[in-house]
């Protein structure tokens, strides 16, 4: 099986590499056949990557312990979900599962432009399989997941107890479908480029696909802060870790050119910008890759040490260089139609919403290879801290804030003074009116970046909703249709427009939840034996005594507490700390008590033989909020995604054009 398993991967390289020939000569005239060769080549790459992976997946199901990456990741006391996730688990099954992925990618953009963009298939897909021929190169010299051993073991090594994790089942694939997804506008950008078809018309064709990668890698990062959350024991979901960077530069990168596409498609500008900005993401993407397998950063995301780094970074170098050369070249083909006509107008807060999505992603770039550089220069790795990374984050992060609510609220090309009165005056008015509470409950003096983000908060959730408002407003008074019924209405006939409206609003409650349980959160250590109460910012504690459970995975040592809070009880909590014998390590199982006002998070430290239960107590105030948000951002990019019917792609009743403009 390990020898099919090989042999699948290196036909799947012979089949890229000649796609690859086959796409590039399909552009001569006359070459049809040529054509249909690069299609099939990537069909059948599509089948013998799958091929390899169910192999794979068949020697973890059934225990192949003779497969060096089952034995290393895998025993027979796992359930089956979790032996699968051992495919993940290590670098090699890893790297097949990005190879896979894009395989299938990139066989299904094939088969929906198979009679499409002619001009640009061809160059589309001598990318996409050149860069599936890099990972099935990789997978075939450098890293196996085929590898055996000499001798069979009776019993495999494990999982590593951090990952045997529901959320750790589904996080690192729906990353990675991010990361892959977006090798398919980068390979548009690129036939654009290369056939000079400079237009709109390869946005148009990636923009969903744009849209999807965007919406996984959004909910791959929120994923892993929810396991971060409740595995690792420290109250918090997000470090400014290497890794977690790695996979915010391509989301912020990404999220600037969903804006910026917008104002080439309204306007016809930004047309270099944009073409810099996915070449750019997906660079980011790939740098990813390279961050976790380089053994360039210390991360507890990251694989351990690999000799992969300087093939990752050769191959980055030299795809990057290429398409800048590309970019450069084709400068004189790609001047905008038309100039900025006033820094008030909406074509204006994009290019400054792009210009500081670009430069907090550079920030966290340079924080992230920092220790590397400084290891390269001075011979000693310096790294960077959170304190750092939030001196940042936070000033661009509030400006990018009040721009997701005014940059709906201001007309295309110019902006007059009348209209910013009249458009402002409610959201204003209504933020005024709410800031004084908040003033008055916070103390400015710690505090001050929390209450001015929750005031602009509010203000940025009225300009939003009032965008809705005026457009069910004026569905409403074209008549024959009820309210709920003229929102939906508007949402459907311009599903990209609202459903993005709806993205806003799902971060401003996530940047609800991040401020407040930032903010305010309060940690105490407390120590209790048998019997006693303790209390924590007006929650009590009482030890009910210790716990222990044993099974053939795991022994667990824990503690039963009894909570409450004002006098009464509220329930009970029961953190742990289990041994794997498997892997002989350690790991604590978190007790939470979560609620939308606050999370408390105790953390069993350690118990003595007398029951005396040594604890860390947080009360994080608001971060249910955060998963809230991001819930809501996953709806809101479906539906800007969401395919719109035939019959509703029409342009607007006059009457509803004139009432818009009256709005």
């Not at 432009?113 to 860069?131: C, F, G, K, Q």
């Not at 548009?188 to 237009?199: G, K, Q, Y």
Request: glycine share 10%; with cysteine; charged share 10%.
């Amino acid at each position: 099986m390990a020898l099919f398993g090989r042999v699948l991967v290196l036909l799947a390289l012979g089949c890229a590499a000649f796609g690859v020939i086959a796409a590039l000569n399909s552009r001569r005239p006359r070459r049809r056949i040529w054509q249909r060769s690069a299609e099939r080549a990537v069909y059948v790459t599509a089948g013998l990557m799958s091929g390899a992976i169910l192999v794979m997946v068949w020697a973890l199901v059934t225990d192949d312990f003779s497969f060096a990456a089952v034995a290393d990741y895998s025993n027979s006391t796992l359930s089956v979900p979790y032996k699968i996730g051992g495919l993940w688990a290590s670098e090699a099954g890893s790297l097949l599962l990005f190879a896979w992925i894009l395989s299938m990618f990139s066989a299904y953009v094939t088969w929906l432009n198979r009679r499409r963009h002619r001009e640009l298939m061809p160059i589309v897909v001598a990318v996409l399989m050149t860069v599936v021929g890099f990972f099935a190169v990789l997978l075939s010299f450098a890293t196996s997941p085929f590898n055996t051993l000499a001798q069979r073991p009776i019993e495999g090594g494990g999982l590593n107890p951090l990952l045997q994790n529901p959320y750790m089942l589904i996080h690192p694939p729906i990353l990675y479908l991010g990361y892959v997804g977006l090798a398919i506008p980068f390979a548009f950008a690129i036939a654009a480029l290369w056939t000079r078809r400079l237009d709109s018309e390869w946005i148009t064709s990636v923009r969903r696909w744009t849209l999807v990668s965007w919406i996984l890698l959004a909910v791959g990062i929120l994923l892993g802060a929810r396991w971060a959350y409740g595995e690792l024991g420290w109250g918090g979901y997000w470090a400014w870790d290497p890794v977690e960077n790695a996979a915010l530069m391509p989301w912020l990168m990404t999220t600037a050119f969903l804006h910026s596409i917008m104002v080439q498609e309204r306007r016809g500008m930004l047309r270099v910008w944009n073409m810099l900005l996915i070449i750019t993401a997906y660079a980011l993407s790939l740098f990813g890759t390279f961050l976790t397998r380089s053994g360039i950063v210390s991360s507890i995301h990251a694989f351990g040490a690999s000799t992969l780094g300087p093939w990752f970074l050769t191959f980055i170098l030299t795809l990057t260089t290429a398409s800048l050369l590309l970019l450069v070249s084709r400068l004189p083909d790609l001047r905008s139609r038309h100039s900025l006509e006033s820094f008030v107008s909406r074509e204006a807060v994009f290019l400054y919403n792009n210009l500081l999505l670009v430069g907090l992603t550079f920030a966290v770039f340079w924080g992230t290879v920092f220790p590397v550089i400084t290891q390269v220069v001075r011979g000693q790795s310096i790294t960077v801290g959170t304190g750092y990374y939030n001196q940042v984050a936070l000033p661009i992060g509030l400006v990018l804030l009040i721009l997701t609510g005014i940059g709906p609220m201001i007309p295309w090309r110019k902006a007059s003074l009348r209209q910013l009165m009249r458009r402002f005056m409610v959201p204003l008015a209504v933020t005024a009116i709410a800031a004084v509470p908040m003033l008055l409950l916070t103390d400015l003096g710690t505090s001050t970046w929390a209450t001015l983000t929750l005031v602009t908060c509010v203000f940025v959730v009225v300009c939003i909703l009032g965008e809705f408002w005026r457009g069910t407003q004026v569905r409403h008074a074209l008549g024959g249709v009820g309210w709920f019924g003229s929102l939906y209405e508007l949402v459907a006939r311009n599903r990209r427009r609202y459903g993005g409206y709806v993205v806003h609003l799902g971060i401003v409650v996530l940047i609800v939840g991040l401020t407040g349980s930032q903010a305010f959160a309060t940690e105490h250590d407390i120590a209790i034996r048998p019997g006693q109460t303790a209390s924590v910012r007006g929650y009590s504690f009482k030890n009910l005594g210790a716990t222990q459970e044993n099974s053939p995975n795991v022994q667990e040592t824990g503690v039963l507490l009894a909570e409450g809070h004002g006098g009464s009880y509220i329930g009970t909590m029961h953190p742990s700390i289990g041994f794997y014998p498997a892997s002989q390590q350690r790991l604590t199982e978190v007790a939470l008590d979560s609620s939308p006002i606050r999370d408390v998070y105790v953390v069993l430290v350690g118990i003595d033989r007398s029951g005396l239960a040594r604890l860390s107590v947080f009360v994080n105030p608001l971060v249910i909020w955060v998963w809230i948000g991001g819930l809501i951002m996953l709806i809101g990019g479906l539906v800007a995604a969401w395919p719109t019917p035939r019959t509703q792609r029409q342009v607007q009743p006059e009457a509803a054009s004139k009432a818009v403009r009256a709005s």
